[in-house]
């Protein structure tokens, strides 16, 4: 990152940035992501083919969530989207935006479309409220309170999370500047403990290509179309939700204090046996793609003990997809 691209008292470690006297709420800088342009005229009929998300159903005051997998249903990344004027953006975690775009190139040389990264010269930016609101699994809950707003003067967008949360896309220099004329500035981790209170897991580098996207609820969470034509890895994630049982869902993982866990930890009893992974972490909060079925107590991962529970919207579940397994499908 480039050292132009933020000028604020503070620092950025494993938990993100971190200012001089961090507050509990307000405006921070979500320093571990970073945003992909894909503009020209076949950019649409482009990511149509490629993406989980329905693009023809996409409006300019919503953004939605989406992922582009493997020939074989795995996610390669997942993102939010939105339109920017003639162009869609991406936000992704920052080391995943070059990965992202070089797998997309190798379909790209048939449209024409182009692909920028913006590393340095915009910037996301982020306000966390004092307490996430709650929201129930209707979908149309999450449209309604997923709204994207166009700031024409400084060429912005401002996107609301159906929790409370909204995060902005900004140039640099506006970044800069709204972040050095708040009264108060809070961590990034605040940000980030709000996706997994909500379940929300993004693919990382070291989670790359690992999970087909109902591992991490990216259905109940919107982020596929069921209705759309084909697209990359389609016929896998589809026979997996309306023909087979998935083995594995997302669970809240917690330990007694914190502690430093990496993604992809293996999650294992107490006979080794390993039961699931860890998707994501923060402090003594995270979460785990698991297998349906796990012991009360016993569970580690790595040499830490920790806790699972299920999450708000699949307690009293042990399944998220219906009908019996198709043979055909696997969920190693």
Not at 46 to 71: E, I, P, Y
Not at 132 to 150: M, V
Not at 235 to 264: C, F, H, W
Request: proline share 5%.
């Amino acid at each position: 990152m480039s050292e132009a691209s933020i000028v604020l008292p503070g620092q950025i470690d494993p938990q993100g940035f971190i200012p001089e006297q961090p507050a509990t709420q307000g405006l921070t800088w979500l320093s571990a992501f970073a945003l992909l342009e894909i503009s020209g005229p076949d950019s649409e009929r482009f990511l149509q083919g490629q993406l989980t998300c329905d693009m023809t159903s996409l409006k300019a005051d919503r953004w939605t969530l989406g992922a582009c997998c493997t020939a074989k249903g795995r996610m390669v990344a997942n993102f939010v989207i939105a339109r920017h004027g003639d162009s869609v953006w991406l936000r992704l975690p920052r080391a995943q935006v070059s990965a992202l775009r070089q797998h997309l190139a190798r379909y790209a040389v048939f449209f024409k479309v182009t692909m920028t990264e913006h590393l340095d010269d915009w910037l996301v930016t982020a306000d966390v409220p004092a307490e996430l609101s709650a929201y129930d699994d209707n979908p149309d809950s999450l449209s309604d309170g997923r709204l994207l707003q166009h700031d024409s003067s400084d060429n912005s967008l401002t996107l609301h999370w159906p929790d409370g949360r909204v995060e902005y896309w900004l140039p640099a220099e506006k970044a800069n500047a709204q972040l050095q004329q708040a009264p108060k500035l809070t961590a990034e981790h605040q940000w980030w403990l709000g996706d997994i209170a909500e379940g929300i897991v993004w693919v990382e580098e070291a989670s790359r290509e690992a999970w087909v996207p109902q591992f991490i609820d990216w259905h109940i969470h919107e982020g596929i179309s069921f209705r759309k034509g084909c697209y990359t890895g389609q016929e896998i994630v589809a026979r997996l939700q309306y023909l087979g049982k998935s083995k594995k869902n997302l669970v809240a993982v917690s330990t007694v204090a914190d502690a430093n866990i990496a993604i992809m930890t293996a999650l294992q009893d107490s006979q080794g046996k390993t039961l699931g992974d860890i998707a994501a972490w923060c402090g003594r909060l995270g979460l785990a793609v698991m297998n349906s079925d796990w012991p009360e107590s016993g569970i580690k991962a790595g040499e830490i003990p920790v806790t699972l529970a299920r999450l708000s919207y699949t307690e009293g579940t042990t399944e998220q997809n219906n009908s019996d397994a198709d043979p055909a499908i696997t969920d190693n």
